[in-house]
Structure formats: C-alpha cells, structure tokens
C-alpha cells in the first residue's frame, strides 16, 4: 500500500511534459489521500485529487476514496477495468513513505530513488462530470529489495514500461510486458514520526532519523 508520498517537481525528468514551464508547483512532502496534486495525462500535467469515488457508491460521505489499484486485479475488477484500458496516467513521486511495527509502534521509513530522481509511478484516473480528476497509483508485490518493511510497493516504471504503459492499446500486453523489476534502484531508511501527522509538511520528514537510546 501506498498512502504518503513526497513530491519535488523536477525539470529535467519532465522534460517531455508540454505544459511543464506554465505549472507552478511547491514541494510537498507529505502527500495524502484527497490531496490536489499533479499527475501527467496526456504529455501534460494535470492537477487531480488522489483518491477515486466509484460511480456506483450512492453516499460518499460515510466512505473513503479508493487511493491505491492493485496491479494483480486490473483485469479482473470492473471497478477498474475500464480506466486500465483507456485511462492510464504518470504519477510523479520524489519517495514513499511505509510503517512497519517495531517495539509495538509504527515506524515511518522512506523510500527514494538511490540518485535522488523522480520517479514516475503507474496510475489510473477518472473525469467527473463536474471537470474534477480522480486517480489511484498502482501498487504492486514489493520487489525483495525492499520487502523487509512493506510487501506492497507503487509500481515505479522505467523508461521501458513507461512507454508501455502510456501507448500500448492492448491491456493484456500491458499486464505481461510491464517490468517489476525496479527495487534495485531504491533505498529506504528510518525517518520522524511527525510524517504520520498529515498536517506535518517540512524538508524535516525525509531525513534520516535514529532515536538517541536512552
């Protein structure tokens, strides 16, 4: 599962988005569900709600928004079936964040890309009649690298797969040829609590973070 993440829009992998010199964004280091945030849709950025409302769910007040899509199901859920085949995004993600138990407390731990890039996270998005977008990332088996803290991961996309995922107009060659294989590109490490307060949004949250043992 994914449900925290941090984002530092960075030109340089973005160079092929169209709109990136008229997008002004700050740095957001801790994202949560129901949060307005950029997504690439179409070679553009566009801003979208993280967090999908299926139609059939009459009363959304009682309920919480579908933030993560498990890539295992997209072929089976009609939920989802119909965004995998004409509504697949690029969701821009600096690092994640997971909780692991340790001592009878959740741990926050980050996740980054080894060199510091952005990386770019499979997703899927719905437009409302009103002109809002909604979307999910995708999740996926925690490559074994990473494993050790969460067994869900984003599915981050490599060149390759992003080509893939964006062109390909044939969903089950999406679901086969999609690489997995990403967990070699990523490290991860202990950070400060505060991140599990969603109103807590500072450069602070990703650093590395060791309690002093008394």
Not at 100 to 118: A, C, L, R, T, Y
Request: glycine residues 4%; charged residues 25%; hydrophobic residues 35%.
């Amino acid at each position: 599962m994914c449900g925290r993440y941090y984002l530092s829009i960075d030109l340089g992998n973005l160079s092929f988005v169209d709109n990136l010199s008229k997008y002004d964004f700050e740095d957001n280091f801790n994202i949560a569900p129901q949060a307005s945030v950029p997504v690439v849709i179409d070679n553009s950025l566009v801003n979208c709600t993280w967090g999908y409302y299926p139609q059939w769910l009459k009363d959304q007040s009682n309920s919480k928004p579908l933030f993560n899509t498990r890539f295992e199901s997209l072929l089976e859920k009609k939920t989802f079936i119909s965004a995998f085949k004409k509504s697949r995004c690029l969701v821009p993600i600096s690092g994640w964040y997971e909780w692991k138990v340790i001592d009878d407390e959740k741990q926050p731990f980050f996740f980054k890309h080894k060199d510091n890039e952005n990386m770019f996270a499979a997703g899927l998005y719905w437009q409302r009649s009103d002109g809002t977008t909604e979307f999910t990332i995708i999740t996926t088996a925690a490559p074994i690298e990473i494993n050790e803290v969460h067994d869900r991961s984003p599915l981050i996309l490599d060149d390759v797969s992003m080509g893939i995922w964006l062109s390909d107009d044939n969903p089950e060659n999406i679901h086969e040829n999609i690489s997995h294989d990403f967990g070699s590109t990523i490290e991860y490490y202990q950070v400060t609590r505060s991140v599990n307060n969603p109103k807590n949004n500072n450069a602070s949250l990703i650093d590395e973070f060791n309690e002093v043992p008394f």
